[in-house]
């Protein structure tokens, strides 16, 4: 009932609805076409398929991927979502492209590298709007070889400089302020300053910038421990407060996104 009055009170404040990209690239995990199909299109229904495209990146040398493609391919068309696959050289190369090629189109684009469930993509979505956030990610998990639980190390904690804990991510009950944060889902707002790791740029993100992770979004590159998550209970909320986030200031140089760009492809 909170996620449908949350939906409801945020599709009222956005009326005629938030143009959302996502962007999949798919490198060694065929599986998250497949398992991300459906929540994908649950994804559009609640928020509007018109307002939503899906841009599939397949690598131009995975050969195993064909048929899962197709099934998606179907279901997509069967369920009026604009979409498109491209089978790109460089999946960082092609992410930075689109990105840039789209930014004038999309209030907000999300990277998905992975598995996460439709609801909490939207409460990624609705958070990094209505908090103005940068670029805003959920916590990924992932089990070690001993069963144990990790999260990525690439969440710095905004005062320490040191990486965020999983303890005190899987802990926390409201939105965190970071320097830096990854995860296999990511939504960044379009027109803002932030030098993408991930894509290629050979650094976090810069100062200026307003990052944050979402506790209650949960997401794996594997699509495995995300079920395994799942059994154990560490998608559950645990009393979430959704109130809005108190930015401090974060020390350092805004860059725009012709910047962050022109440095990336001049090296």
Known sequence: MAFEQALNDFNYRHLGGIPVLILIPVTTCPRIITD???????????????????SFG????????????????????DSKIIHRI???????????????????????????????????????????????????????INFGFRGDIMTSSHNINLTSGRPVSTGDLLSASSLIQTRDCDSSVMALSFGVGHNLRQFGTNGGFHGGSRIMISPSVKSSADPEDFRMAMELGLMDLHG????????????????????????????
């Open 36 to 54: 991300m199909t459906a929540q994908l299109i649950q994804f559009a229904e609640l928020v509007g398929r018109s307002r939503v495209v899906l």
């Open 86 to 140: 491209q089978r790109p050289e460089n999946l960082d190369g092609w992410t930075k492209r689109t990105l840039m090629g789209y930014r004038q189109d999309f209030k907000l684009a999300v990277v998905l590298r992975g598995v996460v469930c439709a609801i909490d993509l939207i409460r990624l979505v609705i958070e990094a709007i209505e908090n103005d956030a940068d670029v805003a990610c959920g916590v990924d």
């Open 240 to 267: 979430y407060d959704d109130n809005p986030i108190q930015w401090q200031k974060n020390n350092g140089a805004e860059e725009r996104w012709r910047h962050m760009i022109d440095k990336v492809w001049t090296g």
């Open 58 to 77: 397949i690598d131009g040398g995975q050969t195993d991927v064909e048929r899962e493609i197709s099934k998606a391919t179907e279901a997509l068309s």
